[in-house]
């Protein structure tokens, strides 16, 4: 039965970093084997696909139904609440305001502010927010955002908030889009429900000198975008004049009772075209930036490329003794020929190899001096660069503390093949807990990379049983 692993959701970001935080502790050669066999399973696809399929099959889940990822809310229950809750604030704020009024008089201008400009700068907002992210920058937050509600409930694991925060500022972008949509449609079908039932007249009034001809103009330029397709959702001259309303006017003349009526099509229309058609293409354009950036940050967590790699090549096995891959087929590669060995300030020359089982076997020829010059730090990195080598072990001092400089030649190192720190302990006195500790999380720094700290064995240790610390 094949494993469904098209549908990707934040949580298996953290599945992902706990994994590659428990493989720290298994021994290189068992996640190379183990890695492989998955990818010779794996469907051909990118490397979202591959690196989620790798992670369904060692968290164990075969079964197709359960993806690990089913609802980017968490909580779907909670989030169609809100959503609801939302709806019903529309359609609250629509019904209280229509019927405010007891004699059926609805102010024009005051409902284009309340339930089409304020609506509309709103999205204009998070249209700019989208778009600044989009083009590489931080997307902005605000602590009143209704969404944070259910964002919090989705992604309530606190290393969301610390480690994801622009995917978690996305979130909050894709969730407000949510929130707009129901509250407008709310109000929409409160408006066209009471307005079904109830017989309303629609004016517009203003202490300042606004002229018929000013409001006119103002209405033409307002309804550009529908006019062409729903002249009837438009209004004349005749309409504007008839509509101009005063508290003090007693009577009013049937005809121009029906002609203050026909201002609820523009009112739809605007509501259409300002607040619900931007709010449907916001949230397209968030959820698809949101799943781009779900998926850069799922393919680019520290360790991940990594695991593409040792899902892409076939392991190695040790002295001269070749790979016998499932299905019959031998590389006839030796593990030899796929390291190289970096010696870095001195730590280990190539006759002290027979003395570690880690490197027993080496050719000399695959070893290279780093760390006392820039000169030898460059032709390492060339070959590394330019070698079949898939593999490089560092081999450095553990008594030595670790500087900025072997960060940086990690770091290049690790960009290119897989690449594993040896501590070379001082005899007779192994690695204490602390200093072992220090150069975990001094590889943990690694920007963007993955990299394992291991302790070099003496083959006195190892006929005798005594690893010693962080074997």
């Known amino acids: 039965m094949a494993m469904q692993t098209d549908r990707l959701g934040a949580e298996d970001l953290l599945l992902l970093a706990d994994r590659i935080e428990t493989d720290r502790d298994v021994p290189w050669r068992t996640l190379h084997q183990r890695d492989y066999a998955i990818g010779r399973q794996c469907p051909q696809g990118r490397d979202r696909e591959r690196l989620l399929y790798w992670l369904r099959a060692v968290q164990g889940n075969a079964d197709p139904g359960n993806t690990g990822s089913a609802s980017p ?138 002229s018929d001809a000013s409001v006119l103009a103002f209405a033409d330029g307002f309804s550009t975008p529908w006019a062409w397709l729903f002249p009837g959702a438009t209004v004349d001259a005749q309409v504007v004049a008839n509509s101009r309303y005063h508290p003090a006017m007693l009577e009013m003349s049937p005809e121009q009772l029906r002609s203050m009526r026909n201002w609820w099509r523009f009112l739809l229309a605007a509501m259409l075209c300002y607040v619900l058609f931007p709010r449907i293409l916001l949230w397209f354009l968030s959820r698809y930036q949101y799943r781009a950036r779900l998926s850069a940050a799922f393919t680019a967590y520290p360790g991940a490329d990594l695991i593409l790699r040792r899902m892409a090549t076939a392991p190695v096995v040790s002295q001269g003794l070749s790979t016998q891959e499932p299905g019959g087929q031998n590389p006839g590669m030796r593990e030899q020929d796929g390291v190289l060995v970096v010696s870095w300030s001195g730590a280990i020359v190539p006759e002290e190899f027979a003395d570690y089982p880690e490197v027993t076997g080496i050719p000399s020829g695959q070893v290279l001096p780093a760390g006392l010059s820039l000169a030898e730090d460059t032709q390492a990195l060339e070959r590394v660069r330019g070698g079949p080598e898939k593999l490089v072990m560092v081999v450095v001092k553990s008594w030595e503390p670790p500087m900025s400089d072997l960060a940086d030649f990690i770091e290049e190192v690790a960009a290119v093949a897989s690449c594993v720190v040896f501590l070379k302990p001082l005899p007779g006195k192994p690695l204490d807990e602390d200093a072992l500790a220090d150069w975990k999380r001094f590889a943990g720094k690694i920007r963007n990379r993955d990299v394992q700290v291991k302790l070099l064995t003496s083959m006195d240790e190892e006929s005798t049983g005594g690893r010693g610390v962080g074997s």
């Open 73 to 210: 809310l968490g909580d779907r229950t909670l989030g169609w609440l809100i959503l609801a809750l939302v709806a019903l604030a529309g359609i609250a704020a629509m019904t209280g305001f229509l019927l405010a009024n007891a004699h059926g008089i609805v102010n024009v201008l005051w409902f284009l502010t309340l339930f089409v400009l304020l609506p509309g700068l709103f999205c204009l907002f998070s249209g700019a927010a989208l778009l600044w992210s989009m083009f590489g920058g931080r997307p902005p937050g605000f602590s009143l955002n209704p969404a944070r509600l259910v964002v919090q409930k989705a992604m309530s694991d606190p290393r969301y908030w610390q480690d994801f925060g622009e995917l978690v500022r996305l979130a909050l972008l894709r969730y407000g889009q949510d929130m707009g949509i129901a509250f407008i449609l709310g109000a929409l079908l409160a408006y066209l429900v009471i307005l079904a039932g109830n017989d309303f007249s629609f004016v517009w009034s203003s202490t300042f000198e606004f």
